[in-house]
Every structure is written in C-alpha cells, then in structure tokens.
C-alpha cells in the first residue's frame, strides 16, 4: 500500500497523533507527513504511505497559506492559548488602525526566531521538550516570508487574517511579533492550514472521521496517486519489461520525439495504469531516444 492522503487534521490532536491514528486504520507501519501542524492547529496535512514517503523531501520547500486567529493583549508562553499566560495588558488607545498597521507591515522577507515551544530539534532533541524541562533553548533564525494578508475580522482584541508564507514560518511567532509591536502582546487561539503549495488543499482533503467510515465500507479511494501532485514532472508511461531495471536503479531508455524537448527533464514513471513507479531525470542520448535515469523508485 503506498500513496498520499490529504489529512484534514482536527484541533487537539498532535501530528504524530493523527498518523499513528492513520497508521491503525490502515495497518500500515510505513508514515510520514509533510510539515508539522501544532496541536491546536488544523487544516491541510498531507501524508504519505509506504514507499511514497520517500518523495517527501522534494515537497519540503512548498509555500504554505494559514487562517489565523489571535488575542491581543495577552502573551503565553508557548504564544498559543494551550500555554500559560505569563502578561496581560490593557488595549487602551490601540485602533483597528493601527492594528491593521502592524500586521502589514510584516509583508515580505525577514528573519524570524523559532519559538522555544517547537518540533525544531537541538542535538537531536525538539525545542518543546527542552522548554518544559526548563532548560534552555538556544536561539535560532531563520529567513521566511510573508505575504499575501487579507484581514478577515477585527474586532478588539479579536483579529482574524490570512497569510501566505514560505516552508518552515511559525504563525506562533508571527503572533507574538504583532503583539510586541503593537506594544499589547498577542497569542494565537486558533490556526487552520488552508493548503501547502496549492497543491494539497482543504478542498481534496479528508477527514479521520471520513477516513474511518471509508475504510470501514472497504472504500480506499482517499488513497490518491502521488504523480497527482506532480504536475511539474512529465509523464512517462512504460512497459512491463522495464520496471525490474528501475528496481535496481538502472537507466531505462525511452523513444520519443525529443525535438521540443531541453534535457535534463524532471520525469514521473509511470506503469500503464497510472500507478507512480519512480522519479528521476531524462537525459537526451541522441535521435529519437531518451535516457531516464531514476533517483526515487517506489517499487
């Protein structure tokens, strides 16, 4: 079994939570997922089964579009409402104005320091467990960007926005930068991932709850083809006779009119039913004929 499930994550579950749950439904060891959602988040969590996790790294750098939700005026340690709130400030004399202001403002490139309260790894450790035990986080920057904001709602101390940003932003952070600069702190109370390169969506996504009646009923078309989500990889559909050189990694060469074509080409192998068999590069080997070489093979 391998393939890619386009989870939608409820609230109040971690991502290790839903795919150990994914794991049980499906009888599957074999799990990965892209991008790691917080636990009061929810939204777009694309996961991959089986050998299809090996395709994972070459969606690492998708942009990403949330749906944030944050409280002004209070400040959490973990810069969500699942932590503790260690300040409180009065909103007085701040304007939706100036509100509006400051959110904007965060438009473009920047560094942005990663919460203590993180998966982000320290020798091998994640930050959040080092945070809890007390110890302390080392400091760490990375370059992201923001853009695309639309305000939704905004109503004191209550404010509403999307955002498009790059791979590996923290919406926590972000909150507590417009807290810090609009002088009254901030945290966020609810987070939805609206979808990762507008390639995995909450329009194809699923439910656990759906996925439960699925599988229950025998049904496992949630199970989507990964070359779907390929759509920059041409297509090459090849013969029976072919895949055991793609098991070992060996070139397979293909004839083709390669008269509109400018090797080296991101290539998607495919069996004559669909099914994704590898990834790799077609390189031109003269004539009519090309040479694929594989880099990822799912079988």
Do not use: W
Request: aromatic share 6%; proline share 6%.
């Amino acid at each position: 079994m391998q393939g890619v499930i386009v989870l939608n994550k409820p609230s109040g579950i971690t991502s290790n939570g839903a795919m150990t749950r994914l794991k049980q439904l499906l009888g599957v060891s074999k799990m990965g997922f892209l991008g790691t959602l917080d636990p009061l988040a929810s939204g777009v969590l694309p996961v991959f089964v089986g050998k299809a996790t090996k395709l994972i790294p070459i969606f690492e750098g998708l942009d990403k579009e949330y749906r944030v939700s944050l409280k002004l005026g209070e400040r959490t340690d973990t810069f969500d409402a699942q932590g503790g709130v260690i300040e409180r400030r009065e909103l007085d004399g701040l304007t939706p104005g100036q509100v509006r202001k400051a959110v904007l403002g965060f438009a473009g490139e920047q560094e942005q320091e990663t919460p203590e309260f993180s998966a982000a790894k320290f020798n091998g450790t994640p930050a959040y467990r080092l945070a809890r035990s007390g110890r302390p986080v080392p400091a760490r920057k990375r370059l992201v960007r923001l853009g695309g904001f639309e305000i939704e709602s905004l109503a004191l101390p209550l404010l509403t926005f999307r955002v498009s940003c790059s791979a590996g932003t923290y919406m926590r952070r972000l909150a507590e930068d417009i807290g810090r600069i609009t002088g009254v702190g901030a945290h966020v109370t609810a987070l939805e991932r609206l979808h990762c390169g507008g390639l995995f969506t909450l329009q194809n996504s699923i439910s656990l709850e759906q996925i439960e009646n699925a599988v229950a009923s025998g049904n496992l078309d949630f199970l989507r083809n990964p070359s779907e989500f390929m759509p920059d990889y041409m297509p090459v559909t090849i013969e029976k006779v072919s895949e055991d050189k793609l098991k070992n990694g060996q070139p397979i060469s293909l004839r083709c009119d390669t008269a509109s074509l400018s090797p080296p080409l991101k290539v998607k192998v495919l069996c004559s039913g669909g099914s994704l068999l590898a990834i790799g590069e077609a390189l031109q080997s003269g004539g009519d004929e090309l040479i694929i070489q594989p880099r990822k093979v799912l079988i």
